[in-house]
């Protein structure tokens, strides 16, 4: 069992810059597959980005690519999204998510995460 904490959420202005973190605990971090998702409200949970558990790996959502980065640190068994140059579409609450994976690959789809997280709201104002 995997138990994941985010967190860094909060309200910004449009252009501004937040860091979200997950922290894991339970099982060893090492193996899982990291991914971060967001929902609006109305709309499906969405891929913003994912990283495998060697750090090797990233995959991006078109709509943040070039301004959202996700990093892993493993001895602290923590998941990062750093957001920049963030806009009001990007409103919305984010989950950090887990799942099991070879060290190299990356996991996209919503479906296939094991472990959630409660999520942190992040709120882009004009």
């Known amino acids: 069992q995997v138990q994941l904490v985010e967190s860094g959420g909060g309200l910004v202005q449009a252009g501004g810059s937040l860091r979200l973190s997950c922290a894991a605990s339970g099982r060893t971090f090492s193996s899982y597959a990291m991914g971060w998702f967001r929902q609006a409200p109305g709309k499906e949970r969405e891929f913003v980005a994912a990283?495998?558990?060697?750090?090797?790996?990233?995959n991006y959502a078109d709509s943040v690519k070039g301004r959202f980065t996700i990093s892993t640190d493993n001895a602290k068994n923590t998941v990062y999204l750093q957001m920049n140059s963030l806009k009001p579409e990007d409103t919305a609450v984010y989950y950090c998510a887990a799942t099991r994976a070879q060290p190299m690959v990356v996991v996209i789809p919503v479906v296939l995460y094991d472990y959630w997280g409660q999520g942190t709201q992040v709120t882009v104002s004009l």
């Open positions: 990283i495998s558990w060697s750090g090797y790996s990233t």
